[in-house]
């Protein structure tokens, strides 16, 4: 399908835009990928897949650990920053789509993704891809912002300035729900259970919030670029949006969903 290769060709622009590093550092979100290794209890030697690695959040961290871990990313800008990232931590980099994972059925004990495979276009695609390269008795874990957060709250904003989305993208906040995620993996014999979890973004002011969004998040600098003249209209609803949150500093609450699977032990 043609259309969807060229939407793949302007995810990856739009995510090698910005510096998405210089932006998770300034915002503290380095500290969700650990905390999902720990949740997952990652052992050394087991064979861990990261989809939608980015710069490797929780590639990194899980590959500490000892496990064999591959992180998988369509961007080739997001993989290289992750290589400069892992410095001397054994990691296998692999450019590739999460709906087509270029691996062996019953590759992974672990498959992990923090924020990542909810941007994968085609949402029932990926779950299947998943349960099709983890073993039996396998473990997945998966962050996912809800949209009840305040970074639904932030991608509602975004999407109220620009024209819908495909009809063949499922909204990336779906994996950010139990329901939702629960029909996504339904006859997959991956049995699923759920918490949900909050970071604290820091920034210096509301201002400052925007101004990061604004130059080094690839999605909020493409739709600056787009919307020429009418940025400022996203910009002030933005600025709104940080103020809302704001105490001392900008200390925005930013709950995710955690999705923790354990695919059965019959192979079928
Ligand atoms: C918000 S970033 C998350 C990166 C990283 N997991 C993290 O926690 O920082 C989303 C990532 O999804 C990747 N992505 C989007 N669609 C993808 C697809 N179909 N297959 C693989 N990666 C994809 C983007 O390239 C980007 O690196």
């Known amino acids: ?17 910005g510096d998405y590093d210089a932006m998770m550092r300034q915002e503290g979100l380095y500290e969700v ?27 990194i961290p899980a590959a500490r650990t000892g496990a064999r871990v591959t992180g998988l990313d369509l961007t080739p800008a997001m993989l290289a920053r992750a290589r400069e990232r892992a410095a001397g931590v054994a990691v296998e980099w692999v450019e590739g789509d999460a709906e087509d994972l270029p691996f062996p059925d019953a590759s992974f004990d672990v498959v992990l993704s923090t924020f990542g495979c909810m941007f994968a276009p085609r949402h029932e695609i990926v779950a299947d891809e998943i349960a099709r390269v983890l073993r039996p008795s396998g473990r997945l874990g998966v962050c996912a912002w ?25 909204p990336p906040l779906a994996w950010g729900s139990e329901e939702p995620v629960r029909e996504l993996f339904e006859g997959t014999g991956i049995e699923l259970e759920f918490s949900r979890e909050e970071c604290v973004i820091h920034h210096a002011s509301p ?11 690839g999605p909020v600098v493409r739709t600056r ?9 996203l910009r002030d609803d933005l ?7 704001t105490t001392t500093e900008v200390l925005l609450p ?3 969903l955690v999705i923790q699977g354990l695919k059965s032990a019959q192979t079928t």
Not at 39 to 59: F, H, I, S, Y
Not at 156 to 170: L, N
Request: charged share 20%.
């Open 33 to 59: 990928g650990p905390r999902l290794v720990q949740a997952m209890a990652v052992q050394p030697g087991e064979d861990v897949l990261d989809v939608a690695c980015g710069t490797g959040n929780a590639t």
């Open 146 to 170: 809800t949209p009840e957060g305040s970074i639904g709250e932030f991608f509602r904003v975004v999407g109220g300035h620009v024209p819908p989305s495909p009809e063949y993208v499922d």
């Open 239 to 245: 600025l709104a949006l940080f103020e809302r949150y």
């Open 1 to 17: 399908m043609e259309q969807l290769e060229q939407y793949k060709d302007s995810v990856r622009t739009t995510w090698a835009t």
């Open 225 to 233: 670029e787009s919307l020429g003249d009418q940025w400022p209209a």
């Open 207 to 217: 201002a400052a919030a925007v101004e990061c969004y604004a130059t080094q998040f």
């Open 254 to 256: 930013a709950e995710y």
